[in-house]
């Protein structure tokens, strides 16, 4: 079961206007929550009311990690490969260094606005179920 548009535009707006919104992801409790990071406001992820730690890195291993935003950071900047290639040649540098367009992958518990937090929740579950109640008006 996913959501429909109706209850998809329900939730970005009480995420937005009342900060908070329960859903119900293959048996998992996943809380969306406005807070602050740093300097501004992100929509904070919590399953089973947690977030642990060891899931941004070793979200292999995890079920619940995937419900966290994924992140990519490359092993070599782009500069860097520039520079290898420019040396090398390009067969050459991939002989050299295989892992030359390597990207590693890490979790973080909270998105950059609600849109982005849904649609990912909606994408990676199999299930998903709207706990917060729609009022009708």
């Known amino acids: 079961m996913s959501l429909s548009k109706e209850q998809k535009a329900f939730a970005i707006s009480e ?39 060891i899931w941004s890195m070793e979200h292999e291993k995890h079920p619940e990690a995937k419900y966290l935003a994924p992140h990519y950071i490359k092993l070599y900047k782009p500069s860097q490969k520039q520079r290898i290639i420019k040396v090398w040649g390009k067969r050459r540098a ?40 729609e009022l009708e008006t």
Do not use: W
């Open 94 to 133: 991939y002989q050299e260094y295989p892992e030359l367009d390597t990207k590693r992958e890490y979790r973080l518990p909270y998105f950059a606005n609600a849109t982005k937090a849904i649609n990912h929740l909606i994408k990676v579950s199999d299930s998903i179920e709207l706990l917060t109640a």
């Open 15 to 53: 995420l937005e206007t009342y900060n908070h919104v329960q859903l119900k992801c293959d048996g998992y409790d996943i809380s969306l929550r406005i807070q602050r990071h740093k300097m501004k406001l992100v929509v904070g992820i919590y399953v089973n009311g947690t977030v642990k730690g």
